[in-house]
Every structure is written in structure tokens, then in C-alpha cells.
């Protein structure tokens, strides 16, 4: 089955540093989506990507989709202590009933 | 902002008993979903739900579980008999399905406890 695979599993900065989570699709996706959740919260969308090569920016966030549309990334430029969290990556492929294909996460601290 | 909300947030029950996880999706949206994630582990899909039955399943999604919509407003999965390994956060999520605007919207989840 499709899997989605999300690196690094932690990273520790220091507030003012930058962060970069890299997630990979074993298949060829329609859409990616990427998801930041707080300790003890829900999932909470940020953002979709759909055309390959897409970038687009959120503030000081940063969501890239591959060429091939199976990896994309999210970049979060000099970090807060409010970007705090997991954040997951969410792959679909096309036919799929929209179901979500979630990578492991990424779990960001930022030391203040 | 409309908002999907899950009941009760916590439930706790003894190995063995039948539970059932109550969502209710934002109004207009047509797709329902069941994800459960097992503490510090990844968001895991369940199953999906369209027109009144079940679009697709997981693996996870054994007899055990069953989800239904009995009223039009309500979305509900059911675990017959929990087991120990049932112990996780539940997720509901909808989606309205508009062309390609397809962004989940989860509920607060409700954290299950198996003892």
C-alpha cells in the first residue's frame, strides 16, 4: 500500500534558527497536504499543494511539491517559540475517497 | 467558523465493553472519516464514508469496528469489544468535496482508554 514517509522525526533549534521537514511518497500523489498538531491538539490544516512543482508561502512557512509530485517539504524560516509541535505531512492519491495517508511526523521544539 | 465536534473527549471503558465515538461533521459536507492515532504515533486512516455506506477501509478497520450515520447529522464508529490496543485518540473528519478543494477538517478527537 502507499506510504508516506516523513523525516526527521524530531528536530531541537534554537528560536531564530530555520527548520525543514521532508516527507516522501512511495507513490505518485494527486495532492499533498501538510498538518501541524499541538501537544494534546487535533491536526490542523495548513496548507494543500496540487500542481507539481508548486510552492507556495505562508508567512515565514514555506511548502514546497516535487517535480514528480512524491515529495514535498515545509521550511519555516527563523522559528518561534509558537512553531512549537508535530507536524505531518498528508498524502492522496487520485480515486482515493480522499483518504489521507499521513507520514510519522515531524516534531518540532524551539528552545526560546 | 464551522467546526466538526466529537463527544464525549474522553472515554474510558474496561476490555471488553462496546463504545461508541459520536461526531458530528461541518453541515454541508458529504465525506466522513474515521483516524485513530495511538499515543506519539502517526495519524493512522480507519475508514471513509460517503452516501450512506463505506467508501474504504483500513486494514485496522476489523469487524470489531462499524460506523454509521443515523440521523443525517451525526457520524458515529463503534467498537464492539475493545481491546487494550484500541487505547488512542480518535479523529472525525469531513470534507465538503468541492472540485479539488478537498481539505479535511478534523474534530478535537476523543481520546479512548481501555483498561
Known amino acids: 500500500g502507499q506510504q508516506v514517509m516523513q523525516i526527521p522525526q524530531y528536530q531541537h533549534v534554537q528560536e531564530g534558527e530555520d527548520f525543514t521537514t521532508y516527507c516522501n511518497s512511495s507513490?505518485?500523489?494527486?495532492?499533498i497536504q501538510w498538518y501541524k498538531q499541538r501537544p494534546g491538539g487535533h491536526p490542523v490544516f495548513l496548507i494543500q499543494?496540487?500542481?507539481?512543482?508548486e510552492v507556495k508561502k505562508q508567512k515565514r512557512l514555506t511548502f514546497q511539491f516535487g517535480e514528480a509530485k512524491k515529495n514535498s517539504s515545509l521550511h519555516i524560516t527563523a522559528t518561534q517559540t509558537t512553531d512549537v509541535g508535530t507536524y505531518f505531512c498528508?498524502?492522496?492519491?487520485?480515486?482515493?475517497?480522499?483518504?489521507?495517508?499521513f507520514g510519522k511526523g515531524t516534531l518540532l521544539t524551539v528552545n526560546p | 467558523e464551522p467546526e466538526v465536534t466529537q463527544t464525549p473527549s474522553h472515554q474510558v471503558t474496561q476490555m471488553g465493553q462496546e463504545v461508541i465515538l459520536r461526531c458530528v461533521p461541518i453541515s454541508n459536507h458529504l465525506y466522513f472519516y474515521w483516524y485513530r492515532q495511538i499515543l506519539g504515533q502517526k495519524v493512522e486512516f480507519l475508514v471513509s464514508?460517503?452516501?450512506?455506506?463505506?467508501?474504504?477501509k483500513s486494514e485496522i478497520f476489523d469487524d470489531q469496528f462499524s460506523v454509521e450515520r443515523p440521523d443525517g447529522s451525526n457520524f458515529t464508529l463503534k467498537i464492539r469489544s475493545t481491546k487494550l490496543e484500541d487505547s488512542a485518540m480518535y479523529f472525525c473528519?469531513?470534507?465538503?468535496?468541492?472540485?479539488?478543494?478537498?481539505?479535511?477538517?478534523f474534530g478535537p478527537g476523543t481520546r479512548l482508554t481501555v483498561l
Open positions: 507513490t505518485t500523489l494527486s495532492n
Open positions: 499543494l496540487v500542481k507539481s512543482g
Open positions: 498528508a498524502g492522496r492519491r487520485g480515486g482515493s475517497n480522499y483518504k489521507l495517508t
Open positions: 464514508f460517503y452516501n450512506n455506506e463505506i467508501s474504504e
Open positions: 473528519a469531513s470534507i465538503r468535496r468541492d472540485r479539488a478543494l478537498d481539505t479535511q477538517y
